[in-house]
């Protein structure tokens, strides 16, 4: 049986990678939940969300599709047949104040469909992710 490594240097060693497995997470999310045959929004609705995403990268900011974060966390037991997991620590949301709600009057039923839309792509990122980190653990 293969040793264990040490937890510290495992989650370093998983971090030193969570960019790249992120990046391509994110590909396969948007591709799953806006590309498919059911898609979370409408066409008008992905075309509001990219007029704020473009809005805020004009800003100065990273846009809507670049500020969800992830981390990596231990399972905090022993017992735990994972390790290590991932969370998302930052979901993109709309919000009163955004760009776009001012500038085009977002009504409160299209924001919150929105931002569901948006929890639900950063959620499935971070289950995307969290089976790269299983793999990851298992050949470590």
Request: proline residues 3%.
């Amino acid at each position: 049986m293969a040793e264990i490594p040490d937890e510290r240097q495992l989650v370093l060693r998983a971090r030193s990678r969570l960019d790249q497995w992120t990046k391509r997470a994110r590909v396969e999310a948007y591709a799953e939940l806006f590309d498919g045959d059911d898609p979370l929004l409408s066409t008008e609705e992905m075309q509001l969300l990219d007029a704020l995403d473009s809005e805020l990268e004009r800003e100065g900011g990273d846009g809507v599709w670049g500020t969800d974060q992830y981390g990596i966390h231990t399972a905090g037991t022993s017992r735990s047949d994972r390790p290590l997991g991932v969370v998302c620590v930052y979901h993109p949301q709309i919000t009163k104040d955004s760009v776009l709600r001012g500038a085009d009057d977002l009504d409160d039923e299209t924001e919150e469909r929105l931002n569901t839309a948006l929890w639900q792509y950063s959620e499935r990122v971070a289950t995307i992710i969290e089976a790269k980190l299983d793999e990851f653990v298992r050949q470590s």
